[in-house]
């Protein structure tokens, strides 16, 4: 039973963001780019591992340049009080470097198999347009992508060629690049073969498929609910943790591990825990007790101590909604005796 791990890809504008909230407006983004990365470098929650591509280190530090030195354009210009301190700006740049020196990030550096990898990319990027001008709104049709943006698409392809892609994900707030690697997943072979894309994945030694391009999420637009499916859970929890065995828990955290059972049981439809063995239940179980109580338990643990639970009757029975075939709904206890 072991504890799945998320390959997470974080593109510079998530990686900028975090470092400096202000060079953002959207709301999402900032609160979703800290969430995401305290996860991974304060708490150090092992259903994720952080990887950035090195272009994106540099495009962060860019970003914190322009908000310390670049007083003479916007967006520093129309709005001082975005720019930063000197102290926030070395601040910054330092934790980033420490993070990528400690391996708390990743670094994926660039090769030159992954200049022919952003070439399964590229493609797709010049050929569709995806998302046309809504007639009656004010809105302007996304441009291709720049090659740097294929670039990052293309190491985070040869990721997925060494893990798989139900590992990886790449987080981006750029949706252009979202829609891109979602379009070339539904590409049919024929249409790949125009485009060249099988040839490019010979060139690099590799046989094109749909499968070897990321998910990807773009944290501005997506829900709760996506950015449950991608990583496991949603919020994870972000302070230092503390690693216990299930005996070792006090009364306190057995009931707030219970009420994370209970809540994810009305999510996933559970009736007792036997099934979340190796489900994804099972993990955002784990992530719900880690953000209230602190306390990590390993997946082995926390599911011997629901069945323990379950075969005490200590396990609440929460009602679920269940749909007959007339259409009307049933009340269903946790166990699944069901009452009319």
């Not at 963001?17 to 304060?42: D, K």
């Not at 495009?59 to 009080?81: H, I, Q």
């Not at 493609?123 to 995806?130: G, L, S």
């Amino acid at each position: 039973m072991q504890d799945s791990v998320r390959h997470v890809v974080l593109d510079a504008n998530v990686l900028s963001v975090f470092l400096h909230p202000g060079s953002t407006h959207n709301e999402h983004v900032r609160e979703r780019s800290r969430l995401l990365l305290q996860a991974g470098l304060n708490a150090c929650w092992p259903g994720i591992r952080l990887y950035t591509p090195a272009i994106c280190i540099a495009e962060a530090m860019g970003v914190l340049d322009k908000y310390r030195f670049c007083t003479w354009f916007n967006p520093v210009r129309a709005d001082p009080s975005r720019r930063l301190s000197a102290t926030d700006h070395e601040y910054a740049r330092t934790y980033l470097a420490e993070a990528v020196r400690n391996h708390r990030i990743e670094q994926l550096d660039q090769e030159p198999n992954h200049v022919l990898l952003a070439g399964l990319v590229s493609p797709v990027n010049a050929r569709y347009q995806i998302r046309r001008k809504v007639k009656g709104r004010q809105s302007k049709v996304k441009p291709p992508m720049s090659a740097a943006d294929c670039l990052i698409a293309g190491l985070a392809i040869h990721l997925v060629s060494r893990i798989g892609r139900d590992s990886v994900i790449l987080v981006t707030a750029d949706q252009r690049l979202a829609d891109v690697l979602t379009k070339a997943r539904g590409l049919k072979p024929p249409k790949a073969n125009v485009l060249g894309l099988t040839t490019v994945a010979e060139q690099a030694g590799l046989e094109w498929s749909p499968g070897l391009y990321p998910n990807c999420i773009n944290i501005q637009r997506a829900t709760d609910a996506d950015m449950k499916k991608a990583l496991g859970s949603w919020p994870l929890p972000t302070q230092p943790l503390v690693k216990k065995p299930r005996t070792a828990l006090t009364e306190d955290e057995r009931k707030l591990l219970t009420a994370a059972w209970s809540a994810t049981a009305a999510d996933y439809g559970l009736t007792n825990p036997d099934g979340t063995a190796y489900g994804p239940a099972l993990e955002d179980i784990k992530a719900r007790f880690a953000v209230s109580s602190s306390v990590l338990l390993e997946n082995r643990e926390l599911f011997l101590f629901l069945i323990g639970e379950r075969k005490a009757k200590r396990l609440p029975r929460p009602r679920t909604m269940a749909v007959q075939k007339r259409g009307q709904p049933r009340q269903m206890d946790l166990f699944g005796s069901g009452t009319s």
